[in-house]
């Protein structure tokens, strides 16, 4: 049926649906506080914590410096009890060097088995190793228990990235940087027969060859001969927190940018996230390796400075300088977050939450506006699937509804 109205009108309408397709809501999502738990406890830049799948309903709490706690189950507490302690090994010399990621194996309840990530010197590098707890005391980690399954041998002292998590498919997926300096010198990043700049996906218990673990057959780059097949994703500077959502097996990623831009991605088999081509959705340096994959676009960026968000698709967004990555929120305290992915800015400390249907962004918006006071070290989830922020002054932060 042809349409009554003028044709200007009918442009007009077309023009606002386009624009509204094209650009995802800014929403009004609910605001959040931060409520301090543990108060009565201190902590020396606190880095990651997690629970124990094993029905204890322990917390473990990582510090940078090497050491990890459990945390009482008295929130009023005064003293956590010290699981393991790596402070001798001198894992924190510079800034973005220590402790700095640790995961549980998921049948750790059988086996008594976890896995941390932490630096060293001499030659510098990167330790990726299984520890096992004491027999006869569930609370302590045996130190001599340690198997080293990776080592990464890094140019420069930064980007060490250090995230390591189990997948719902039962792997370890580890994240590192492109090892350091400025503009990704080495261009690890598009190198496929680098670890660096990468997401890798290996088997904690087989092994392949002479290595200590085992890589999956389904791994993408298994069998070329000019890649590693330990590598799941590509082309990211410095992976700063990833996580799995716990009901979609999504894997998000916050990755830190350079000078302009900061991004947060979902994490596909084989895919290529452009550095140091690009930094977020814009060209960046020239790259000395043809990718095989076209480069895949974040979900989400922002710019460092107010002034550079016109060149933007995320006008509204708001502005930061080192994205922290968190989680999709799939808690029972905060019906109004059910499904929001919830990330921060280390240095600017605003939260911000998005929401994605599978395919494409929905609606972003601001949860907790900045404070300069507060850096966001890490964001973390217990067992039931609640979100908290770790602080780099060494505090912990339940998110709660702000009234």
Not at 145 to 159: C, G, K, M, T
Request: charge should be neutral; glycine fraction near 10%; include cysteine.
């Amino acid at each position: 049926m042809k349409s009554s109205l003028p044709s200007w009108v009918c442009r007009g309408l077309f023009a606002l649906w386009a624009c509204l397709v094209a650009s995802p809501l800014v929403a009004e999502l609910p605001k959040l506080k931060l409520t301090h738990v543990w108060p009565k406890l201190g902590f020396k830049r606190p880095l990651w914590m997690e629970e124990a799948p094993d029905g204890t309903g322990r917390i473990f709490l990582l510090e940078q410096q090497g050491r990890i706690v459990i945390l009482p189950k008295d929130r009023t507490a005064t003293e956590a009890t010290e699981f393991l302690n790596l402070v001798a090994r001198k894992p924190y010399v510079q800034d973005e060097e220590g402790l700095l990621g640790m995961a549980f194996h998921p049948r750790f309840k059988e086996n008594g088995k976890f896995y941390v990530f932490y630096s060293q010197q001499d030659p510098l590098r990167s330790v990726l190793s299984e520890f096992t707890v004491l027999k006869n005391n569930p609370d302590k980690a045996d130190p001599a228990s340690e198997r080293i399954l990776l080592q990464f041998l890094r140019p420069f002292w930064n980007h060490d990235g250090g995230c390591i998590l189990f997948g719902p498919d039962g792997k370890l997926y580890v994240s590192h940087g492109d090892g350091g300096k400025r503009d990704d010198p080495l261009d690890n990043g598009q190198n496929p027969s680098s670890l660096l700049g990468t997401i890798l996906r290996i088997d904690v218990d087989t092994r392949t060859g002479a290595l200590a673990y085992g890589i999956p057959k389904d791994n993408p780059f298994v069998g070329r001969a000019d890649a590693r097949g330990e590598v799941w994703a590509r082309g990211l500077r410095n992976v700063w927190r990833m996580s799995f959502d716990r009901k979609t097996g999504a894997l998000w990623a916050g990755d830190v940018g350079q000078d302009k831009w900061e991004e947060i991605d979902l994490i596909v088999r084989g895919g290529n996230y452009g550095w140091r081509a690009r930094e977020g959705f814009h060209p960046w340096l020239k790259t000395t390796f043809a990718s095989t994959e076209p480069y895949l676009d974040p979900v989400i960026e922002y710019p460092h400075l107010p002034t550079l968000a016109a060149e933007s698709q995320f006008k509204n967004h708001g502005h930061g300088l080192s994205v922290t990555g968190g989680y999709v929120y799939r808690g029972k305290k905060h019906p109004s977050l059910q499904g929001v992915y919830i990330y921060g800015d280390y240095k600017q400390g605003t939260v911000w939450g998005l929401r994605h249907d599978g395919k494409a962004l929905t609606e972003y918006g601001e949860l907790i506006a900045p404070n300069p006071i507060r850096l966001v070290a890490s964001f973390a989830e217990d067992g039931d699937g609640e979100v908290y922020l770790l602080g780099f002054e060494g505090k912990i932060f339940a998110l709660e509804p702000a009234k």
